[in-house]
């Protein structure tokens, strides 16, 4: 599988491994990938597409064009327990 533009990836390495984040850009072998809350879209991290590896999912970019909108996206993969409904209560 390949590494594209919108295509939500798992970093492998780093201090920031086992943590989702979307490509926003490719730069020869680099990525700049976001994640909304610690690396938003304002200041996105390159990062070495070595040390990334893809999931199924390509998201549309032109859908997430706020932090909140890409942190929501990107919610079932970072927090698999607060994706669904809340069953708090219950």
Do not use: W
Request: hydrophobic share 30%.
């Amino acid at each position: 599988m390949q590494i594209e533009k919108g295509c939500v990836v798992r970093s492998i390495s780093g201090r920031d491994a086992d943590r989702f984040y979307v490509v926003m850009e490719l730069q020869d072998d680099c990525a700049l990938i976001c994640d909304g809350k610690v690396r938003r879209l304002e200041r996105p991290k390159r990062k070495n597409l070595r040390h990334l590896r893809p999931t199924k999912t390509l998201l549309a970019l032109e859908d997430l064009t706020t932090n909140n909108q890409l942190r929501r996206a990107l919610r079932a993969y970072n927090n698999p327990e607060e994706a669904g409904p809340s069953t708090k209560g219950r």
